[in-house]
């Protein structure tokens, strides 16, 4: 039991400790972050477009 309440306390402790970011880097780094998704997208989607059209075309010969 006096494990459970050790790690609880350095768990407050640590999180007591933990570095937040400001509401203009949190905006900035979703931005980044909604950005690259947005572009992995569209490359995955043209490059799932591209392997249908080639298997469609080998499905035909």
Same mark, same amino acid.
């Given at each position: 039991?006096? !494990? #459970? !309440? =050790?790690?609880?306390?350095? %768990?407050?402790?640590? +999180? ?6 400001? *509401? !203009? =880097?949190? #905006? *900035? #780094? %979703?931005? #980044?972050? $909604?950005? +690259?998704? @947005? @572009?992995?997208?569209? @490359?995955?989607?043209?490059?799932? =477009? ?6 469609? $075309?080998?499905? %035909?010969?």
């Amino acid at each position: 039991m006096n !494990k #459970i !309440k =050790q790690y609880l306390k350095n %768990s407050v402790a640590e +999180f007591n400790n933990v570095t937040w970011p400001t *509401r !203009k =880097q949190a #905006i *900035r #780094i %979703s931005t #980044i972050v $909604f950005i +690259f998704m @947005i @572009i992995s997208a569209a @490359i995955l989607g043209v490059v799932d =477009q591209l392997l249908s059209v080639g298997y469609k $075309f080998l499905l %035909s010969l």
